[in-house]
């Protein structure tokens, strides 16, 4: 079973800004990353740390974290950006995690 | 450019065998940890295994332990997956990704297209 946990959908208007979270006990711990999966696409990463963007990444896209939640927020989400997005993570252990997914939805 | 190219998926019976494997190149392989990250048709992402820079050291999550090893040969610059005893539930598209340096090791930087691996009587 998934140690981050994910609500399955999330809606945004054009233009407006969306908070996708994800939580696990383990993110108390360790620092999220975020990746978007577009449909027929591989994943991309979007962020990680405790905000990074990898060069080509928007600035619309960002991270934050607090106890045991990750946060991507998207500001002035546009129509490109819908998309699934997974969070990652990982524990003393060596076991690494994604979330179930969020499936963004622009209107 | 950092290139991932996967190859060796297919249909299998299961407790077939397969190996999979991962063409690396754009990057100096041999200074960074690789990953298998799965997919099965329709749903989410699941890791697979991790090995380091080096071979020296790799994990596994617990639904694999035993019958999928990850392997690899810097002097080819290639990512293994020997997958063994497969059942159905190992059906999936099969992706390698890049790990980063350090204490990024668990994250996924460059992804490849994947490879479908279906386990199917």
């Known amino acids: 079973s998934s140690e981050l946990t994910q609500d399955p959908a999330v809606s945004v208007a054009l233009g407006q800004t969306v908070r996708i979270t994800c939580q696990g006990d383990t993110l108390r711990s360790y620092y999220a990353s975020w990746y978007q999966q577009k449909p027929g696409q591989a994943p991309v990463l979007v962020i990680y740390g405790k905000n990074n963007r990898p060069s080509g990444v928007p600035d619309r896209f960002s991270g934050s974290s607090s106890g045991n939640t990750a946060s991507l927020n998207i500001t002035g989400a546009q129509a490109e950006d819908e998309a699934d997005y997974y969070c990652n993570s990982r524990d003393s252990s060596g076991n690494v995690f994604f979330g179930g997914g969020t499936k963004l939805t622009v209107l | 450019q950092v290139q991932l190219v996967e190859s060796g998926g297919g249909v299998v019976q299961p407790g077939g065998s397969l190996r999979l494997s991962c063409a690396a190149s754009?990057?100096?392989?041999?200074?960074?940890?690789m990953h298998w990250v799965r997919q099965p048709p329709g749903k989410g992402l699941e890791w697979v295994a991790f090995?380091?820079?080096?071979?020296?050291?790799?994990y596994s999550a617990d639904s694999v332990k035993g019958r999928l090893t990850i392997s690899r040969d810097n002097s080819r610059n290639t990512l293994y997956l020997q997958m063994n005893s497969l059942k159905t539930e190992d059906t999936a598209l099969y992706y390698c990704?890049?790990?980063?340096?350090?204490?990024?090791?668990?994250?996924?930087?460059?992804w490849g297209q994947g490879t479908l691996v279906t386990v199917s009587s």
């Open positions: 990704a890049r790990g980063a340096h350090g204490q990024l090791w668990s994250l996924f930087q460059h």
């Open positions: 090995i380091r820079y080096d071979g020296s050291n790799t």
């Open positions: 754009g990057f100096t392989f041999s200074t960074y940890g």
